[in-house]
């Protein structure tokens, strides 16, 4: 036996190393270049894969709400170009075709939401003569001004991309107090009012009304019921999730067809550095898809956060919360250059900070910082909602000031590198972009032109090594079955006695099918957690609907 288990360790060594060497010879060509001091190599998909299970899954002792891109961070900073400002890398200037800062009419009154659509229209929501203040609700969150009609203007206008021109106006008098607005995929527009507590989805062509969510000026808790909701956002198979809102801090999924599937979050009232679980929200002011990632992320404006959860179970999956954020109102994101969050942060007025009233890019791979952009030599001013183009090249923001809305444009040379040097400009693959370790966008290499060769190489001599594995099992095998005959020989002449194994002796498959012994698997809990019950799990924040 020991002579076996020899020959078995030294063809198993043996195979490894032939291996180890075979692979090593292949990517030592003359057409591989190793990085420079500069560079940073391009990930592989097992490392990709590892940096993106960082963020889904939480170690038991750490808290919620941590932030999650100081370990990044604190890398950068023990570089020996640490004094580089990687923060202005990805960088947007504002358009000098843009009608900013001249209004684009007088009729326009604070623009509370905009969107894009797929053919790049960009949409507005705006309030005509009305203004949000501390009169207009009660205590209670019923509109206080119901008497006075609904706004006359046209609320919801599209614009030329190019120029800011008015292309169309429509939804005049139906609108109370406006909030947000998403185009779909299929130019669907949904709209979202706080004074009405409902969520409408209307028809791109005709303006009619094809679907109507919540009771006109009634606000509520239950699935059929909104109080002030804030967001919409629609994927490609039709499902939406509505952001609901100022009072019910929650998220609610429902079908295409209109039927609640899930819903989660509560309120919160903490303040300071307290941190906060993920599923207790404080005023979840925006959404936005990344459909790429499978994940639905919320603005959680007062947590100054922006958490972000599984599309279909709506299990929490990761948190982005950089420190030079305070208010986060809004959120957009963009799948080129393998994945940008962009994020719209204003000032707390109630501290006094350095803290920009601006726009964040965050790189979605390594969680980091990588761009920042507001108006020129200036802040913005109350700034509320934003969109980015679907091609990733502009960014447009709108201010709760009378017809306010600024478009932000890519630098040309960040648009060569990634936008422009594809024909098709969403082809884009992981390792055809990617960041270096300076956050500055890098042009790849792209794959060597004998790449196929290589790895039908190594598949045929890991095919080699699978082949010595399976002759090894095989000896062992017809070894292990003549010793089990011996045996069996020997039993028959009384010169080998089994022993009977007690419980303790070992494991046993007996255990496996005691009912008694197993707590198996608990019906998930879809009773909706009270905001005071502060000691239970977070688990029970996620409720399931049929």
Not at 420 to 442: A, C, H, R, T, W
Request: aromatic share 10%.
């Amino acid at each position: 036996m020991s002579v076996t288990m020899a020959w078995t360790a030294l063809v198993a060594c043996s195979s490894f190393c032939l291996l180890t060497v075979t692979t090593a010879s292949l990517l030592s060509g003359t057409d591989y270049q190793s990085p420079s001091v500069d560079d940073q190599p391009l990930a592989t998909d097992d490392q990709s894969q590892q940096t993106s299970a960082q963020f889904q899954q939480m170690a038991t002792d750490q808290l919620y709400g941590q932030n999650q891109v100081d370990s990044a961070r604190n890398t950068q900073d023990n570089t020996d170009n640490s004094n580089v400002d990687v923060s202005h890398q990805f960088h947007l200037h504002e358009s000098s075709e843009w009608p900013f800062p001249h209004k684009i009419d007088n009729s326009i009154g604070q623009i509370s939401g905009v969107s894009i659509s797929k053919d790049n229209l960009v949409y507005i929501f705006h309030r005509g003569d009305r203004e949000w203040n501390q009169t207009t609700f009660f205590e209670n969150n019923v509109f206080r001004d119901k008497n006075k009609g609904p706004i006359s203007e046209q609320v919801v206008v599209i614009l030329d991309p190019k120029n800011g021109s008015v292309i169309k106006r429509w939804g005049s008098h139906r609108f109370y107090m406006p909030h947000g607005i998403t185009v779909d995929h299929e130019n669907n527009v949904w709209l979202t009012d706080v004074a009405l507590h409902q969520v409408f989805k209307f028809d791109p062509n005709s303006g009619n009304v094809l679907m109507t969510f919540g009771t006109a000026f009634e606000p509520g808790t239950d699935s059929n019921q909104f109080c002030k909701p804030t967001s919409v956002a629609v994927t490609t198979s039709g499902e939406f999730f509505v952001a609901d809102g100022y009072c019910n801090s929650r998220i609610i999924k429902y079908s295409a067809e209109g039927q609640v599937l899930l819903q989660w979050g509560r309120s919160t009232l903490v303040t300071g550095e307290m941190l906060v679980p993920p599923y207790q929200l404080w005023i979840p002011h925006d959404l936005t898809l990344a459909e790429d990632k499978e994940v639905i992320c919320v603005a959680d404006r007062e947590n100054s956060r922006l958490l972000c959860f599984n599309i279909n179970s709506g299990i929490f999956q990761f948190e982005i919360n950089p420190q030079i954020v305070q208010r986060l109102f809004s959120a957009a994101y963009s799948p080129v250059a393998g994945g940008l969050f962009y994020v719209l942060n204003d000032k707390n007025m109630d501290i006094v900070t350095e803290t920009l009233a601006q726009g964040i890019v965050i790189n979605a791979t390594s969680m980091e910082v990588i761009g920042q952009f507001h108006p020129k030599n200036i802040e913005f001013l109350r700034p509320h909602d934003m969109a980015v183009s679907p091609d990733g090249t502009s960014v447009y923001v709108v201010e709760l000031i009378r017809s306010h809305i600024r478009k932000f444009v890519l630098d040309s040379d960040i648009q060569n590198k990634f936008i422009n040097q594809s024909n098709d400009s969403y082809k884009f693959s992981f390792n055809d972009i990617m960041l270096n370790k300076y956050n500055v966008l890098e042009n790849c290499s792209g794959l060597r032109e004998n790449s196929g060769k290589q790895i039908l190489v190594i598949m045929l001599v890991i095919a080699v090594g699978l082949f010595f594995t399976a002759a090894i099992f095989v000896t062992v095998l017809i070894y292990t079955r003549t010793k089990s005959i011996a045996h069996r020989k020997e039993a028959a002449f009384s010169r080998w006695q089994p022993r009977t194994l007690n419980a303790a002796d070992g494991f046993t498959l007996g255990n496996i099918f005691n009912k008694k012994q197993r707590a198996g698997f608990e019906k998930l809990a879809t009773v909706e957690v009270s905001e005071d019950d502060d000691d239970d799990d977070d688990d029970n924040d996620l409720n399931v609907r049929a």
